[in-house]
T-cell receptor, first 112, second 113 residues
Framework: KAGVTQTPRYLIKTRGQQVTLSCSPI?????VSWYQQTPGQGLQFLFE???????NKGNFPGRFSGRQFSNSRSEMNVSTLELGDSALYLC???????????FGEGSWLTVV | AQTVTQSQPEMSVQEAETVTLSCTYD???????LFWYKQPPSRQMILVIR??????QNATENRFSVNFQKAAKSFSLKISDSQLGDAAMYFC??????????FGKGTLLTVNP
């Protein structure tokens, strides 16, 4: 069974631009969550979607947004990029609450 | 604020030996799940072991086992017969609601041949 797939794996953007990252969950998984990993802040929860509805949101500014489609695929968008947005963005999927959460390989974003 | 603390930023172990990674957490919830994830240089997070807080029995997965002390809010990971492939960053985490994980800062494990 295919794992969590994230695209693109690597990208470089300029400050002020916007970026969209994509995540395809494991087949059958309806929950998709996103995390940001940086050396300074560690792993931080961004948001979680279940059946196209955002259920939880972490403490991030409104520049960070996401959505989930009917096939459970999810995208996250960061607008007006800042240098501090440079990070590894990890997507994870699960069957739902209290089920094992599986991670993708991540998308490396560098903002210059 | 709910937190996870990993007090050992780095640990090292000789191949074939046993090592224990520490984790404490702080939550007022009674129903939650605890996890250890491994992140090798590839940066993919790999689930090592999971523990349901309502279960008293400690979880075990092959060479990996936990010591779960609910009253003390402690959740340590023991790796037996350490292998070179165990070298990675290890993260302790818990989940209280909605597939939202709260992570510790991680422990970098080095395995010496």
């Amino acid at each position: 069974k295919a794992g969590v797939t994230q695209t693109p794996r690597y990208l470089i953007k300029t400050r002020g631009q916007q970026v969209t990252l994509s995540c395809s969950p494991i087949s059958g998984h309806r929950s998709v969550s996103w995390y940001q990993q940086t050396p300074g802040q560690g792993l931080q929860f961004l948001f979680e979607y279940f059946s196209e509805t955002q259920r939880n949101k972490g403490n991030f500014p409104g520049r960070f947004s996401g959505r989930q489609f009917s096939n459970s695929r999810s995208e996250m968008n960061v607008s007006t990029l800042e240098l501090g947005d440079s990070a590894l963005y990890l997507c994870a999927s699960s069957l739902g609450d209290k089920n094992t959460i599986y991670f993708g390989e991540g998308s490396w974003l560098t903002v210059v | 604020a709910q937190t996870v603390t990993q007090s050992q930023p780095e640990m090292s172990v000789q191949e074939a030996e046993t090592v224990t990674l520490s984790c404490t957490y702080d939550t007022s919830e009674s129903d939650y799940y605890l996890f250890w994830y491994k992140q090798p240089p590839s940066r993919q997070m790999i689930l090592v072991i999971r523990q349901e807080a309502y279960k008293q029995q400690n979880a075990t997965e092959n060479r990996f086992s936990v010591n779960f002390q609910k009253a003390a809010k402690s959740f340590s990971l023991k790796i037996s017969d350490s292998q070179l492939g165990d070298a990675a960053m290890y993260f302790c985490a818990y989940e209280i609601k909605g597939a939202e994980l709260t992570f510790g800062k991680g422990t970098l494990l080095t395995v010496n041949p």
